[in-house]
């Protein structure tokens, strides 16, 4: 402690002993941010109560948290989430910290959440990214991919026919290398492929791009690799509409991991695919880092995140940090961590997209993942922090879920699809509530 932050503890102290007992009792509730009768100045109730089923630890945060004791502070940095913010004159926002849900909004979050919620880490896993969840039916597993080290060339799966689940390793056929975002349709894991590499075994050559998979075998086709002869940056996140077109972020993250040795040729922008004809086209090309992307069920709404306040960097992060390996990764906590939505103009021939606007400010982190349940909410991962924040479709925040690991991306499993998987780095973490995921094809 220096001399003048401890002068500034001790002197406060020696005052209120030498001043009369009833501005001693005033000076106290100022500092406690109390009136004298013992109440809250800055509101009435706590900002924060337990609620909801007892079968994990759910809190109910008063009035969105919007008016807090002027003594709160919060770390700037993207890694500090939510629960990081000190509220040293408020005893129940220790409730928030500790919580496995936090509900903002009374009714739909605790309807969402259902009788019995439960949230539990199952797997400890490498301290790399763990992106592209997927559910696949038919085999009744869900696969995920892990992002590094640089070189390997193996994804996870987890068998769900058996509890507790059972994790192991498998190789597409051909070698897929980084993927980073998945969805099913129609039988198949469709990637998106960020992964930039001349010497896979056997003399393979890879570009960045989309690929699918059938589950049932591990054949692995490739639908597209280059804009015209320009190398995408990096395919980060798909998603496929009711037409069969594929909708994609490129950005440029498989450079900052390392798993592409050169930076981008084109910009980084959000594209659209037709498989049936080839052609791919530029729909969006405002944001700074477009990341997750989806659409709504009634695929008039297409939804994508802005994960801004990431930059490319020094190779300074990594061991002894919060990653396994040195990576290119700097944060600038005023970018970007929103997500937008737009208008699908549904024309036969080229869909476009109209009337963006911003929905949602990412409380941490910064907007990753982003997934759309049955009844049209949008779960979305906070990347760098350890959330799930679920919203309503114009960006209202309903509740959040709080792992205790990062979360880059999330899937539903099972019958009902009311399991929800959340994946990142060094965890993988099962979350069953009563919010459906959306119909598999």
């Not at 490739?222 to 804009?227: F, I, Q, R």
């Not at 802005?306 to 390996?325: C, H, K, M, N, V």
């Not at 907007?367 to 049209?376: E, F, I, R, T, Y």
Request: hydrophobic letters at 35%.
């Amino acid at each position: 402690m220096s001399p003048l932050s401890l002068l500034c503890w001790v002197l406060p102290v020696a005052l209120a002993s030498s001043i009369p007992s009833e501005s001693s009792a005033l000076l106290q509730s100022r500092q406690t941010n109390t009136s004298r009768s013992g109440r809250p100045i800055y509101g009435n109730t706590p900002v924060a109560t337990a609620c909801g089923p007892n079968t994990a630890n759910v809190v109910c945060v008063n009035k969105f948290g919007s008016l807090l004791p002027p003594s709160y502070s919060r770390n700037p940095n993207p890694g500090v989430g939510y629960t990081g913010t000190l509220v040293p004159d408020d005893p129940s926002w220790d409730l928030v910290t500790k919580a496995d849900f936090v509900v903002f909004d009374k009714k739909r979050g605790l309807d969402l959440l259902g009788r019995a919620p439960k949230i539990e880490k199952i797997f400890d896993v490498l301290h790399v990214i763990h992106e592209a969840p997927v559910y696949s039916p038919k085999t009744n597993k869900l696969y995920v991919a892990q992002d590094g080290p640089p070189g390997n060339l193996s994804g996870l799966v987890i068998d769900l026919a058996v509890e507790p689940p059972k994790l192991s390793t498998f190789q597409t056929d051909p070698i897929t290398y980084t993927p980073n975002g998945a969805v099913y349709k129609d039988g198949y894991i469709y990637w998106a492929v960020m992964g930039n590499n001349d010497s896979l075994p056997n003399g393979l050559v890879q570009r960045p791009g989309i690929a699918r998979m059938d589950p049932s075998t591990l054949k692995v086709e490739w639908l597209l690799n280059t804009y015209y002869g320009f190398n995408f940056a990096g395919p980060n996140d798909l998603v496929v509409d009711k037409n069969g077109d594929i909708w994609f972020t490129d950005t440029d993250y498989s450079y900052v991991i390392g798993t592409s040795p050169s930076e981008r040729q084109i910009q980084l922008a959000t594209y659209r695919f037709r498989p049936s004809t080839g052609e791919v086209r530029m729909v969006e090309d405002t944001l700074d880092h477009p990341n997750g992307i989806n659409v709504s069920p009634n695929g008039k709404t297409l939804y994508i995140t802005d994960s801004g306040l990431e930059r490319i960097g020094p190779a300074t992060r990594g061991q002894g940090d919060f990653y396994l390996y040195p990576i290119k990764i700097d944060f600038v906590a005023s970018g970007k961590r929103n997500i937008y939505a737009y208008d699908v103009n549904d024309s036969p021939n080229s869909p476009y997209l109209t009337n963006k606007r911003v929905i949602f400010q990412s409380i941490e982190g910064a907007p990753d993942g982003l997934k759309v349940a049955a009844n049209g909410f949008l779960v979305v991962a906070s990347g760098l922090s350890f959330g799930v924040d679920i919203l309503d479709p114009a960006g209202g925040l309903i509740a959040r879920i709080q792992a205790k690991h990062p979360v880059e991306n999330i899937a539903w499993s099972g019958k009902d699809l009311k399991t929800l998987w959340l994946v990142g780095i060094g965890g993988i973490t099962r979350v069953q509530f009563d919010l459906a995921g959306p119909k598999l094809d």
